[in-house]
């Protein structure tokens, strides 16, 4: 039996504040089960220390363009070092390294690495660069030139977060989470196609329904999978909208929140008109009390009188302008999710058993509006969101080319 080849993955950190964050990211490669070689700048080494790097890797650190220890008979370093990577990762990446590259310019190693990586990788958007710096080097006009510049060449960049910066200013600079650094190698290892600029709408985490002030109606969703969606989705180029409700893991900080079902749905209807796809994956309560006591109950035995709540997905495949809409359906029954399938009119609809309610794996089923099935093994939500991105994006190109053809629609993004 043929061993699987470890995949390789060349990181490159330089001299920003946000270099000891690379050390992290080492760590999310390793959870992948890729082998990591580190190229550290000068300025990097002042910030944060080799050995550690050679701790957590478990390798050499490559730091000079001319180390004193290699033989006549050793291969040009920059040149094995790029040849031999699957994927090469810049982070954080500077002003000047940003700038190097957009110039031609080799004036140590990692600079001279990068101008050495064959060009199918670059096409590949094997290439990752996360910058990092204060604001108003990242708004300069000649930096933001050398970044489109790259871009267009077909390097990829995850841009730089909003909030507080080392120097203590707050504006765009810092280095984007490690999260969405691994999430945008996944995508460039996996071929998905593109959805730049496409709008899209997702809901995630769970909603509650208020019995009195302190006691709820919910349900075990953790908001996970609608997260991980998201990632990938920004990761290849959607402009997305997040709704949430409650949820038991880290929120992007630009997502609208939510509590009630009413809430939800209004959000939805809200952002829909905007939207080219619906996403909906939170786990909606199916049931509100009819009324909410003002102050908190103190019965010995408490009868609830229930309603249903609004279908959002119905509601949205009602609407005059209909994205492409796909569902969930956490239920041991496929026949139910057929049903739910046909009756709310969506393009696709994901049939996750019950059993996994509340955890971090996913046993899907995938039912499409034209019949076809498609059962997978079960695995991570982080997983599935990959898979599932990929087929929503082909199906959203297909129905797009379907409405070019037949007239019914510009069909455009």
Known sequence: MTTKKQLEVLLGVCGSIAAYKALELVRLFHKQNWQVTSVLTRSAIKLVGVDSFRALTGREVAVSLFPKSRTFSQKVEHVDLAGKSDLIVVAPATANIIGKLANGIADDLLSTLLLAVPPEKVCAGRVIFAPAMN????????????????????????????????CGQVGVGRMA????????????LDEIPSLKDVPVLVTTGRTEEPIDPVRIITNRASGLLGIEITRILRAVGATTTLIAGAVSV??????????????????????????????????????????????KLHQLNLTLQLKKTNDILTLASRQTHRPL?????HDDSLARAKVKLREKYLDLIVANPTATAG????NPTLIFSSGKILTMAEMSKSDFALVLVKVVAQLFWERNQRLNNDGSGTGTV
């Not at 955890?359 to 996913?362: E, L």
């Open 135 to 166: 604001q108003y080097m990242w708004l300069n006009q000649v930096v933001q030139a050398n970044v489109n510049k790259l871009t267009t060449l077909g390097y990829r960049m995850v841009m730089p977060a909003p909030g507080e910066l080392a």
């Open 177 to 188: 989470p490690v999260e969405d650094i691994l999430t945008a190698c996944r995508v460039s």
């Open 250 to 295: 880290p929120l992007p900080s630009d997502t609208v929140r939510v509590r009630t079902a009413e809430e939800m749905s209004d959000a939805v209807i809200k952002h829909l008109p905007s939207a080219k796809i619906l996403i909906m994956c939170a786990a909606v309560a199916d049931y509100q009390p009819v009324q909410s006591a003002r102050k």
């Open 325 to 329: 809409l796909i569902g969930f359906s």
């Open 359 to 362: 955890s971090d794996r996913i």
